[in-house]
């Protein structure tokens, strides 16, 4: 066995995520593939546009064996975060022998150069400078890095998926990982591009046009179901949510640094729709995805104490034969199982964890037309192939 592990979201599943699974059997002679994918919510401070179950069907009929969640307050972390809590579900499982990404640069080589730079760069005082005075965290550490390195470093840098790379690097690196990193060359349209080729259209390009109700079939290996999430559905909800917490309360969530609190509050009181909402929180400090993890964060009840507690369990949203026997492989440092409740009862941690997965789940069966009924983590059956 060999056994390579995928960090992913798959929103959507396309053939993108194909080529990249093919890839990593082909080019990396993986035997088995397995995705530690987000949940019900996203990095880039969205909701999915499928739920997770459904997400983890479409990536088992393209060439994985098992699907593994990350939990919401990593999925909806920093890059640093997100990056964390995967490798470290990647690690507890005590059996993967390779972390595959996909990255702009394909060049592991440089990434990992590109790494040590970074894990130089914010420590050092300058960048400390740049960010108490008002930079955001790319801006300070873009600054930082040209003092000490060559140009080819912040030209890594600026490529989105070379920036999660550099991430899952760094996260290996931290905790003295024996799992070996391996990059695939991103394929076809780049990240949040609009262009298309060779069949292959960005996730958010897809999103766009699903939302809009145009063909993706085309971008696609997998069927899509009909009914599908949008955040706009939300809008009522978080803003009834933030208007009634005190800043404070905002103080306590994810990133909500240097009195951003205080301007979320005032914007809640005045704005009318999400897009006003936004326009009158942002700042050159903060990007606008730090804005929207922030304001879901808000939503959810996630709070720093959240953000800071690494995994608790792992579980499992699908698999096939081949996924059954990497679990059988598995010398697991963590409770695993495709049952929340079961997980729920292995410590005040998992259920804490596990309480707060039904609970965003609940309110993410709100952002569909069809709205989901509640209950649907203790319900949902794994996918088994």
Same mark, same amino acid.
């Given at each position: 066995?060999?056994?390579?592990?995928?960090?992913?979201?798959?929103?959507?599943? &396309?053939? +993108?995520?194909?080529?990249?699974?093919?890839?990593?059997?082909?080019?990396?002679?993986?035997? &088995?593939?397995?995705?530690?994918?987000?949940?019900?919510?996203?990095?880039?401070?969205?909701?999915? /546009?499928?739920?997770?179950?459904?997400?983890?069907?479409?990536?088992?009929?393209?060439?994985?064996?098992? /699907?593994?969640?990350?939990?919401?307050?990593?999925?909806?972390?920093?890059?640093?975060?997100?990056?964390?809590?995967?490798? +470290?579900?990647?690690?507890?499982?005590? *059996?993967?022998?390779?972390?595959?990404?996909?990255?702009?640069?394909?060049?592991?080589?440089?990434?990992?150069?590109?790494?040590?730079?970074?894990?130089?760069?914010?420590?050092?005082?300058?960048?400390?400078?740049?960010?108490?005075?008002?930079?955001?965290?790319?801006?300070?550490?873009?600054?930082?890095?040209?003092?000490?390195?060559?140009?080819?470093?912040? %030209?890594?840098?600026?490529?989105?998926?070379?920036?999660?790379? /550099? =991430?899952?690097?760094?996260?290996?690196?931290?905790?003295?990982?024996?799992?070996?990193?391996?990059?695939?060359?991103? &394929?076809?349209?780049?990240?949040?591009?609009?262009?298309?080729?060779?069949?292959? #259209?960005? #996730?958010?390009?897809?999103?766009?046009?699903?939302?809009?109700?145009?063909?993706?079939?085309?971008?696609?290996?997998? =069927?899509?179901?009909?009914?599908?999430?949008?955040?706009?559905?939300?809008?009522?909800?978080?803003?009834?949510?933030?208007?009634?917490?005190?800043?404070? =309360?905002?103080?306590?969530?994810?990133?909500?640094?240097?009195?951003?609190?205080?301007?979320?509050?005032?914007? #809640?009181?005045?704005?009318?729709?999400?897009?006003?909402?936004?326009?009158?929180?942002?700042?050159?400090?903060?990007?606008?995805?730090?804005?929207?993890?922030?304001?879901? *964060? *808000?939503?959810?009840?996630?709070?720093?104490? &959240?953000?800071?507690?690494?995994?608790?369990?792992?579980?499992?949203?699908?698999?096939?034969?081949?996924?059954? %026997?990497?679990? #059988?492989?598995?010398?697991?440092?963590?409770?695993?199982?495709?049952?929340?409740?079961?997980?729920?009862?292995?410590?005040?941690?998992?259920?804490?964890? +596990?309480?707060?997965?039904?609970?965003?789940?609940?309110?993410?069966?709100?952002?569909? =037309?069809?709205?989901?009924? *509640?209950?649907?983590?203790?319900?949902?059956?794994?996918?088994?192939?």
């Amino acid at each position: 066995m060999k056994i390579a592990a995928i960090i992913s979201e798959y929103n959507p599943f &396309h053939n +993108g995520h194909r080529f990249h699974i093919d890839c990593t059997r082909h080019g990396f002679e993986a035997t &088995h593939v397995v995705p530690v994918m987000s949940g019900n919510f996203t990095q880039r401070g969205d909701v999915a /546009v499928f739920d997770k179950f459904s997400r983890a069907r479409m990536a088992l009929e393209s060439g994985v064996d098992l /699907v593994l969640e990350l939990p919401v307050a990593a999925s909806l972390g920093s890059a640093e975060q997100f990056a964390a809590g995967a490798v +470290g579900i990647v690690n507890a499982l005590n *059996c993967v022998d390779l972390l595959s990404f996909g990255s702009e640069a394909g060049d592991i080589d440089l990434l990992s150069e590109t790494a040590g730079a970074v894990e130089y760069a914010v420590q050092t005082d300058e960048f400390l400078g740049f960010m108490r005075r008002g930079s955001t965290y790319p801006v300070a550490l873009t600054k930082t890095i040209e003092k000490y390195y060559d140009d080819i470093i912040n %030209e890594t840098l600026a490529a989105p998926n070379n920036t999660l790379a /550099v =991430e899952y690097l760094r996260a290996l690196s931290r905790t003295g990982s024996s799992v070996a990193p391996v990059t695939i060359k991103r &394929h076809g349209a780049g990240h949040d591009s609009a262009e298309i080729g060779d069949n292959i #259209a960005s #996730a958010s390009q897809i999103r766009k046009l699903l939302l809009s109700g145009e063909s993706v079939s085309e971008f696609t290996p997998v =069927e899509y179901p009909q009914n599908y999430a949008d955040i706009s559905r939300l809008e009522t909800a978080i803003l009834y949510k933030l208007r009634t917490m005190t800043a404070d =309360e905002i103080r306590n969530v994810p990133n909500v640094l240097h009195g951003l609190e205080n301007r979320i509050a005032k914007a #809640a009181k005045a704005a009318k729709n999400l897009p006003e909402l936004m326009f009158l929180i942002k700042t050159k400090r903060y990007t606008l995805a730090r804005l929207r993890r922030i304001i879901l *964060c *808000c939503l959810l009840g996630i709070t720093k104490t &959240h953000a800071k507690t690494p995994p608790q369990y792992i579980r499992i949203l699908g698999m096939n034969q081949k996924g059954r %026997e990497i679990l #059988a492989a598995t010398d697991s440092t963590l409770p695993i199982d495709a049952s929340l409740s079961a997980l729920m009862r292995r410590g005040d941690n998992c259920r804490k964890q +596990g309480a707060l997965e039904v609970r965003t789940s609940d309110i993410y069966g709100l952002a569909y =037309e069809k709205p989901l009924p *509640c209950g649907l983590e203790l319900t949902s059956k794994p996918i088994i192939y």
